[in-house]
């Protein structure tokens, strides 16, 4: 009976070690997933910082630069975006 109970317990022991490794396999696989995403959030922000340096800023100048402009030479004009100032938004 003695070894009977001992073979159980053998038993159960390593089946609780095969399902705690399982566990781990799973949080492993959980951990890259999160740090994938994580790197991909990252070049995204990267992607957006250069476009808002190299871009926007640029537009943001060259528009207070044409608003000086109509407002010494053309009262009552009233500006328009043209397609060259907004190509960077395609």
Not at 28 to 57: D, I, P, Y
């Amino acid at each position: 009976m003695c070894s009977r109970v001992s073979k159980k317990k053998k038993s159960k022991a390593e089946i609780n070690s095969i399902t705690m490794q399982m566990k781990q396999q799973v949080a492993q696989m959980k951990m890259a997933g999160c740090m994938k995403t994580s790197t991909e959030v990252m070049k995204s922000m990267q992607n957006l910082r250069w476009f808002l340096s190299k871009h926007l800023l640029k537009f943001v100048f060259n528009l207070g630069g044409k608003q000086g402009q109509n407002e010494r030479g053309g009262r009552g004009q009233q500006q328009t975006p043209t397609s060259s100032s907004i190509s960077f938004i395609k």
